[in-house]
Every structure is written in C-alpha cells, then in structure tokens.
C-alpha cells in the first residue's frame, strides 16, 4: 500500500472480496484504480469465506489479483456465523487502515457483513453491482442485496432495471450511477488466455468421445441451496440433467456444496461417466474456456448468466427468477426453473439452432471500472461524511 496520492483521498480504497464470484468483479476494479491519473490507492481485504485453492487460490492467479492485503480467514459457517465473523474481524481493519471508503462487489454474506460494519463506523460504502433484485426474499442473496443498497452512499449499476429498483425502495437518485458491468471487463480481457476446453476436459480425465468428436457438450453449474440442498430436489435435477446428457454430452464443474451433497444423499449413480464429465471447480480461465465453447450453458449462478450473455452463448437458467432480467430481454438466457419439460424444450430448441443469439447490453463493454474509478475520484470529496 502506498500514501494516497492527492488530498482528496484520506485513506485507501479498501476493497473487499469474500467469495468466488467477486474476484472476477474486483480484478479490474483494482486495475483502474492504480491506472487512474492520478493513482487511486487501494488495500485489498480477503474476508476469506471461500478458502479452497479451487474457490479462491487459482482464481487470484487467474485473474492477476494481488495478494490481499488482509486475510480475515472465516471460513465456513451458518450464514448468521459467518457474517459476524466477517463483521467481527472487519471492524479493527477499519480502525487500523481508516480508509476513504470501502468497496463491496456483488450480493454475497461478506459484502453485507462488510457494508454493516462500514456504515455504522461512518466510512461511506460503495457498492459495484447495485441494484439487481429477484424479487425472492428466500434467496440469502437478495437480503444481502437489500440492505447492502440501504446502506450504501455510491451505488454503481449494471443494468437499467437496478435504477428502477432502487428508485422503488426509496434509494435517492444521486447516489446511483450506471457505470456497466465489471464482470465483462474481466472476461473481455482474459478471454484470449482461456484455457482451450478440450485441453480442460483431457486435463481432468474425461472420457475421449466428449472431447473427441466435436458434437459439443452443454456446460453446467449448480449451487444454489434451493437447488442443491434438499435431497428430492437435486435427485430430480440430476435425472432431468441425465436426459438431456443422453442428447448432449454435460461438462459439470461441481461446487464444493453440490459435491457434499451429491455424496451426502448418495446420487453419484445418476451421472453416467461416459455422458457427463465431472469436474472439480474450475479455474477462471479453464471457465472462460469452457463457456466460449459449449453449445449450451445449464446453470443457476448469477455470473454465468451474464457471461454466456456476453459470449453470445444459450443459457438455461434452472431457476424461477433472475436479478439479470436484461440477459433474458436482450442476451441469451431463458429461465427453465426445475421443470423438467421447459429444460428438455429449451435444449431441443438449441440443438435444433433455434438458441437465443441475443446481442450485449449497454456498457458491458469492457471500461466499466474505468469508469467507477473516475467517478470514484469526483464523487470521495463530497462523499458524506457520518459520525463514526
Ligand atoms: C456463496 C454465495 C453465493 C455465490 C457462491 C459462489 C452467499 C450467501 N452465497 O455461496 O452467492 O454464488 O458463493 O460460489 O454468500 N466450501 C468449500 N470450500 C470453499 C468454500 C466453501 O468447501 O472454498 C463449502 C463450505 O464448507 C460450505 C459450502 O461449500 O459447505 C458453501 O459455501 P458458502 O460460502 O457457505 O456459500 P456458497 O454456497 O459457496
């Protein structure tokens, strides 16, 4: 870390990451900072809630992310747990590098956890990603979302509809500013060092004829606790999942909670080897690389959603609702939610070259965080100031 550049700044920019999907968001954030005339110092806070090289390790490298500043090692834990923990840790952090302001990324428990901690020490919180609603409250992330957005003094948005949402909860219009996405400056720039997926899949074992013959394969991600928690649940997705694999080859990059629970319930039966290729989490370029060449993309993350998107790749997302409602108007998403016959309709119609193309929304364009960091840069000295 190195003293702030111009007066304007009292402190660093103290950027927080916690999860798997904010690396990929912070990345070029950090980037712009440090190529911001003049340079925006920043301190970068590992809250640690994932810890595994798979989730967190290999990401850093991937995307040329520091090593954080401070690790607060979490680690796993009830979501009560695990947001004290992070508040717990977070708040002597604060006291000791009394930054400028704190940033936060994306919807996940530390980004909560941090923005609690932040707003009632009177540092103001920036949120990139702001805005973005489901609509479903049984989602952890949508809390996390809500409040976040409360408390927030600068929110950056991705999309249109975030503005609309946080005019309907009351969030004044001047603290909004619609700076695009961060996520697709990630992919834009390290989309020509994707690792070939081929090269992935012989990497992990998989069998020859999914990487042989060229047929394509659909890429799949699950992790969301309404879809992998319940026993029923996951065992009827997996049947659904081994249909479609008898049409087309599935490549599953399995989260550590979907692997648990697939072990836990004992459903390793439904995933026949020689049609679905079981992978460990991948790494962010193997990701890329993987996504760029799929036929199809079965997910419910957030990010992938906007990825395929971006790449111009069909997703089926097996959920109700999405907080990304513009890559279903304008990208190339449908929502399938966990019916079976929407999945199997939704990869007949991609098998037969009627997948949705879609085009890329405003400002997913690659300067996103550029232009955070400028506006960063104007907004700090007026940046409310609290009592701490
Ligand atoms: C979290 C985020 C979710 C995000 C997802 C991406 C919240 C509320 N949820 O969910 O929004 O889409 O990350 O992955 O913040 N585990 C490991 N190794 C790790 C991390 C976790 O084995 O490195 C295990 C944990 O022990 C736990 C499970 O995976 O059993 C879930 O981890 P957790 O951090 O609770 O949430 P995610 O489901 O990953």
Redesign the pocket.
């Known amino acids: 870390m190195t003293a702030p550049a111009n007066e304007s700044l009292t402190g660093p920019v103290m950027c927080v990451v916690?999860?798997?999907?904010n690396f990929m968001k912070m990345a070029p954030i950090l980037r712009a900072l440090a190529a911001h005339t003049p340079p925006m110092p920043a301190l970068l806070v590992h809250t640690g809630?994932?810890?595994?090289?798979?989730?967190?390790g290999q990401l850093f490298d991937d995307l040329g992310l520091p090593l954080p500043d401070l690790n607060l090692e979490v680690?796993?834990?009830s979501?009560a747990v695990?947001t004290a923990e992070v508040m717990r840790r977070f708040e002597p952090a604060l006291d000791e590098h009394r930054p400028s302001c704190v940033v936060v990324v994306?919807?996940?428990?530390?980004?909560?956890a941090c923005t609690l901690v932040a707003a009632k020490k009177g540092v103001p919180v920036v949120h990139v990603e702001a805005g973005l609603r489901s609509y479903d409250r049984k989602?952890?992330?949508e809390i996390?979302r809500v409040v976040t957005d409360q408390l927030a003094d600068r929110l950056y948005t991705t999309e249109r509809s975030a503005e609309a949402n946080l005019r309907l909860e009351g969030v004044p219009g001047d603290r909004v500013c619609f700076a695009g996405n961060v996520m697709i400056d990630s992919l834009l720039s390290n989309l020509p060092k994707a690792r070939a997926a081929a090269d992935t899949l012989r990497a992990h074992g998989a069998d020859a004829s999914l990487v042989a013959h060229g047929a394509g394969y659909g890429l799949v991600t699950l992790?969301?606790?309404s879809n992998v928690d319940d026993e029923a649940t996951l065992r009827a997705l997996l049947c659904v999942l081994a249909e479609v694999a008898a049409r087309l080859p599935l490549v599953f990059a399995l989260?550590?909670?979907t692997?648990?629970n697939i072990d836990r319930f004992a459903l390793n039966g439904l995933m026949d080897p020689s049609r679905t290729a079981v992978l460990p989490?991948q790494g962010y370029l193997e990701m890329l690389g993987l996504m760029a060449k799929a036929t199809l993309v079965l997910t419910d993350?957030?990010?992938l959603q906007e990825e395929t998107t971006a790449l111009g790749v069909p997703c089926l997302t097996l959920r109700e609702n999405t907080e990304r409602p513009i890559t279903i108007e304008q990208g190339t998403n449908t929502l399938v939610g966990r019916d079976r016959a929407a999945i199997l309709n939704g990869l007949e119609g991609v098998l037969s070259g009627r997948g949705k193309r879609g085009r890329v929304p405003e400002f997913w364009d690659g300067h996103a965080a550029q232009r955070i960091a400028a506006d960063l840069w104007r907004w700090l000295p007026r940046a409310p100031v609290h009592a701490g």
Do not use: F, I, W
């Open positions: 916690g999860a798997r999907p809630q994932h810890y595994d090289q798979g989730m967190s680690g796993a834990g979501h695990q994306g919807d996940v428990n530390s980004t909560l989602m952890p992330e996390n992790h969301r606790p989260h550590p909670r692997r648990n989490p993350s957030g990010g």
